[in-house]
């Protein structure tokens, strides 16, 4: 199957930095990506679907000036969890559209922890 | 508004037995029902997809679901189950076009025993 990547795997930063994690599908074109949070035990929650060359779609209650998402190009998305804060602390993982075999294939995820 | 139900939050089963993960949805038009495993601290694996055509769908690792309208459900099988199938499993659902945002259901912990 189609493979999508994530970078970092794990990241642990202080309060108030910034944050950016990459995902990118590896052996197809994405025009559309989409972003989850998962809390321990939990399902994922969609953040945001990103759509090459245009700007993010934002689900409700994901604040757009926090979590920037760009995508840049049909094979990279990026979001950047900016000045983060300990509960930002999660499990981010991004997801790639394989239109051809009309599948959304997932990363692998990024273990965010925010001292 | 579309929805995934998965009635148990986790499964127990004996090595070698059959298992079944439950999943039902509700979702406008024709629903594109998908299945997805994840690993401790991994993202979701595909597992498999129905969309149109035969009701029982065949996917990875020996997995297999039956998508049923009357019952609104697509549950996931497996005749035979392994001790390394122990993970979480999702069921999700999207209206028409995989392109759409997929609603996934709580997961369902697959506890496999020797």
């Known amino acids: 199957g189609a493979v999508v990547s994530q970078h970092p795997s794990r990241v642990i930063c202080k309060s108030g930095t910034s944050v950016k994690i990459e995902c990118r599908s590896l052996?197809?074109?994405?025009?559309?990506m989409f972003w989850y949070r998962q809390f321990p035990k939990k399902s994922l929650m969609l953040m945001a679907t990103?759509?090459?060359?245009?700007?993010?779609?934002?689900e409700q209650g994901v604040e757009k000036d926090k979590f920037l998402i760009n995508h840049a190009s049909l094979t990279l998305s990026t979001l950047t969890v900016t000045s983060a804060h300990p509960e930002d602390s999660s499990f981010y993982i991004c997801?790639?559209?394989?239109?051809?075999?009309?599948?959304?294939?997932f990363g692998p995820g990024t273990r965010l922890t925010v001292l | 508004a579309q929805s995934v139900a998965q009635p148990e939050d986790q499964v127990n089963v004996a090595e070698g037995n059959p298992l079944t993960v439950k999943c039902t949805y509700s979702v406008s038009g024709n629903p594109y029902l998908f299945w997805y495993v994840q690993y401790p601290n991994r993202g979701l694996q595909f597992l498999l997809k129905y969309i149109t055509g035969d009701n029982l769908v065949k996917g990875s690792y020996g997995f297999e679901a039956e998508f049923n309208k009357s019952q609104t459900s697509f549950h996931l099988k497996k005749p035979s189950a392994l001790v390394s199938d122990s993970a979480l499993y999702f069921c999700?659902?999207?209206?028409?076009?995989?392109?759409?945002?997929?609603?996934f259901g709580g997961g369902t912990r697959l506890m496999v025993k020797p």
């Open positions: 990103s759509n090459e060359g245009s700007k993010a779609t934002y």
């Open positions: 997801s790639a559209r394989d239109t051809v075999a009309d599948t959304q294939y």
């Open positions: 999700a659902v999207s209206p028409n076009n995989a392109g759409n945002m997929l609603t």
């Open positions: 052996d197809f074109q994405a025009t559309t």
